[in-house]
Structure formats: structure tokens, C-alpha cells
Nanobody, 121 residues
Framework: QVELVESGGGLVQAGGSLRLSCAAS?????????MGWFRQAPGKEREFVAA???????TYADSVKGRFTISRDNAKNTAYLQMSSLKPEDTAVYYC??????????????WGQGTQVTVSS
């Protein structure tokens, strides 16, 4: 079992920045795990944001390219999502996920509980 705990969410004005963290614990070979970030706005489906594999190959949703950066620190078993130039439409609950395949779909094995990000206009 792998536990994922997100942190770093909050309220920020449009144009501002936030950094989300996802700490992994339990039975994980973190350095060989793909880490992903998803988000879900009220009334909408959960959508892919970004992912990074063990060789630090990254992929992003078009809506966040150039504004968000995903990274990982294998020594700390932690993944990050640096969000800049935030827009009100980025408001959502952000979820961390862990799996074995670099994918934009929901096929990850483990999920965190989520952290709220609210961007005011």
C-alpha cells in the first residue's frame, strides 16, 4: 500500500503562484514510480494536469503548458507542482497520483485525498 499526502493548496489571486507537494510513503519504490497531478473542479470530471516518470520525462495538459512545472525529489519521496500565472479557471481540488505508466488517463494505482486551490479574480 502506498499513501500519498498533498499539501500547499490555498487561496491566491489571479496571476499568483503556488507550489503543491505530494509526499509518498509506504511500500513504494518511489524512484521507479510515475507521479501525476490531476484536478477536479465543481461539477466537472477529474482531468489530467501533469506527470513525471522516473527518468524525469514530463507531460502536461495543454491548458497548463508554460505555466505549471512538475518535478520530483526521489531522496524525499516527494513530487511537486509549481503553478504560476494562475487563472480563476485553475480553481479545483488537486490530486496527486502514483502509478507505473506515464499516462494522461486515470489509470494510476494510488491517489491522495486532494488539496484545494482557489484562484480569485
Amino acid at each position: 500500500q502506498v499513501e500519498l499526502v498533498e499539501s500547499g493548496g490555498g487561496l491566491v489571486q489571479a496571476g499568483g503562484s503556488l507550489r503543491l507537494s505530494c509526499a509518498a510513503s509506504g511500500r513504494t519504490s518511489f524512484s521507479r514510480t510515475v507521479m501525476g497531478w490531476f484536478r477536479q473542479a465543481p461539477g466537472k470530471e477529474r482531468e489530467f494536469v501533469a506527470a513525471v516518470d522516473w527518468s524525469r520525462i514530463t507531460t502536461y495538459a495543454d491548458s497548463v503548458k508554460g505555466r505549471f512545472t512538475i518535478s520530483r525529489d526521489n531522496a524525499k519521496n516527494t513530487a511537486y507542482l509549481q503553478m504560476s500565472s494562475l487563472k480563476p479557471e485553475d480553481t479545483a481540488v488537486y490530486y496527486c497520483a502514483a502509478g507505473t505508466k506515464l499516462t494522461m488517463d486515470l489509470g494510476y494505482d494510488y491517489w491522495g485525498q486532494g488539496t484545494q486551490v482557489t484562484v480569485s479574480s
